[in-house]
C-alpha cells in the first residue's frame, strides 16, 4: 500500500465519522508496532492537506519489559517533526511478577489506556488516536459474539466523559495486509512485543478463525465489516454520507 492509499482511507473515515475538527491536539499512541507507526504516517501527512487544522503528538506507554527500545521511533518522530513522548509504568512487573496474571490481557488493555490517556491530557490533547484497523474491528466483534453473546465492537469515535478526552479511530477501514504492505515498503522501525502472551491470546484466535474464514468464503471479512456499521451498534456515532461530507 502506498502512501496516497492510505491517505485515502484515512480521510475518508475522518470525514464520515467526523474525527477531527478545527484547532484539535491529537495524540498518536505508538506502541512500536505495525499499526500504530502506519497510523502516525497518516496523521502526519494528512495534516499538510486536510482544510482543518490539527496538531500531532507522540505518546508511547513503555510497560517495563526488558530491551524494549524507543531510540528509532524517536528518530522517526523527529523526521516527521511530530514531538514525542514516552510515559515509564510498571505494568509488567505488577501483571507477572506481582499478580501472576494467567490472562493478562484485559487488564493490561486497561492499565495502558489509562496511562496513555491519563498522559495526553496532561499533554494539552483533546483526542488521542488508536491505531485499530479493520480487521481489529472485526476480530473485536468476533469475540464479542463468542465470549459475551453480543453482537458488539468498538466504536470510530467516542468520548470519555471522565477524562474528557475523544478517542478516534482513523484507520477503521484500512486492511491488516495493507498495512503489512506499508510498513515494508517504507521500512517502519518497527519494535517487537515483549509480552510472553503475544500470539497466543484470545484475539489471536479471533484473528486465526477470521482468516479462515475469509479462505473459505472470500468476501466474509468485508461482509462481517459491512454488518457492523449497519449493525445500529450502541456508542456509534452517525455516519455521513459522501453528499454530506462534500456539503460540510
Same mark, same amino acid.
Given at each position: 500500500?502506498?502512501?496516497?492509499?492510505?491517505?485515502?482511507?484515512?480521510?475518508?473515515?475522518?470525514?464520515?465519522?467526523?474525527?477531527?475538527?478545527?484547532?484539535? /491536539?491529537?495524540?498518536?499512541?505508538?506502541?512500536?508496532?505495525?499499526?500504530?507507526?502506519?497510523?502516525?504516517?497518516?496523521?502526519?501527512?494528512?495534516?499538510?492537506?486536510?482544510? /482543518?487544522?490539527?496538531?500531532?503528538?507522540?505518546?508511547?506507554?513503555?510497560?517495563?519489559?526488558?530491551?524494549?527500545?524507543?531510540? /528509532?521511533?524517536?528518530?522517526?518522530?523527529?523526521?516527521?517533526?511530530?514531538?514525542?513522548?514516552?510515559?515509564?509504568?510498571?505494568?509488567?512487573?505488577?501483571?507477572?511478577?506481582?499478580?501472576?496474571?494467567?490472562?493478562?490481557?484485559?487488564?493490561?488493555?486497561?492499565?495502558? /489506556?489509562?496511562?496513555? @490517556?491519563?498522559?495526553?491530557?496532561?499533554?494539552?490533547?483533546?483526542?488521542?488516536?488508536?491505531?485499530?484497523?479493520?480487521?481489529?474491528?472485526?476480530?473485536?466483534?468476533?469475540?464479542?459474539?463468542?465470549?459475551?453473546?453480543?453482537?458488539?465492537?468498538?466504536?470510530?469515535?467516542?468520548?470519555?466523559?471522565?477524562?474528557?478526552?475523544?478517542?478516534?479511530?482513523?484507520?477503521?477501514?484500512? @486492511?491488516?495486509?495493507?498495512?503489512?504492505?506499508?510498513?515494508?515498503?517504507?521500512?517502519?522501525?518497527?519494535?517487537?512485543?515483549?509480552?510472553?502472551?503475544?500470539?497466543?491470546?484470545?484475539?489471536?484466535?479471533?484473528?486465526?478463525?477470521?482468516?479462515?474464514?475469509?479462505?473459505?468464503?472470500?468476501?466474509?471479512?468485508?461482509?462481517?465489516?459491512?454488518?457492523?456499521? @449497519?449493525?445500529?451498534?450502541?456508542?456509534?456515532?452517525?455516519?455521513?454520507?459522501?453528499?454530506?461530507?462534500?456539503?460540510?
Amino acid at each position: 500500500m502506498k502512501l496516497q492509499q492510505l491517505l485515502s482511507y484515512t480521510r475518508k473515515a475522518i470525514d464520515e465519522y467526523q474525527m477531527i475538527d478545527e484547532g484539535d /491536539k491529537i495524540a498518536v499512541g505508538i506502541s512500536g508496532g505495525k499499526d500504530s507507526l502506519t497510523l502516525l504516517y497518516a496523521l502526519h501527512g494528512l495534516r499538510r492537506f486536510y482544510p /482543518k487544522h490539527f496538531d500531532l503528538i507522540a505518546v508511547t506507554v513503555d510497560l517495563g519489559y526488558e530491551k524494549f527500545h524507543t531510540e /528509532k521511533i524517536e528518530a522517526l518522530c523527529q523526521s516527521l517533526d511530530v514531538p514525542y513522548y514516552v510515559v515509564e509504568t510498571d505494568i509488567a512487573k505488577i501483571l507477572f511478577d506481582e499478580r501472576k496474571e494467567p490472562n493478562p490481557c484485559s487488564l493490561c488493555a486497561k492499565m495502558r /489506556k489509562g496511562a496513555l @490517556n491519563e498522559a495526553v491530557k496532561n499533554l494539552g490533547c483533546n483526542k488521542v488516536a488508536y491505531a485499530h484497523h479493520k480487521d481489529d474491528i472485526i476480530e473485536t466483534m468476533l469475540l464479542s459474539l463468542i465470549y459475551e453473546g453480543r453482537f458488539h465492537s468498538f466504536s470510530p469515535k467516542s468520548f470519555l466523559d471522565r477524562m474528557e478526552l475523544t478517542v478516534i479511530r482513523p484507520m477503521m477501514y484500512v @486492511n491488516e495486509a495493507d498495512v503489512i504492505g506499508f510498513q515494508h515498503k517504507y521500512d517502519l522501525p518497527v519494535e517487537k512485543s515483549r509480552c510472553p502472551v503475544d500470539g497466543h491470546t484470545k484475539r489471536q484466535y479471533a484473528k486465526d478463525l477470521l482468516k479462515q474464514l475469509n479462505m473459505e468464503n472470500p468476501g466474509v471479512r468485508q461482509r462481517m465489516f459491512t454488518a457492523i456499521q @449497519n449493525g445500529n451498534i450502541e456508542g456509534w456515532p452517525a455516519r455521513l454520507s459522501r453528499e454530506e461530507v462534500y456539503k460540510k
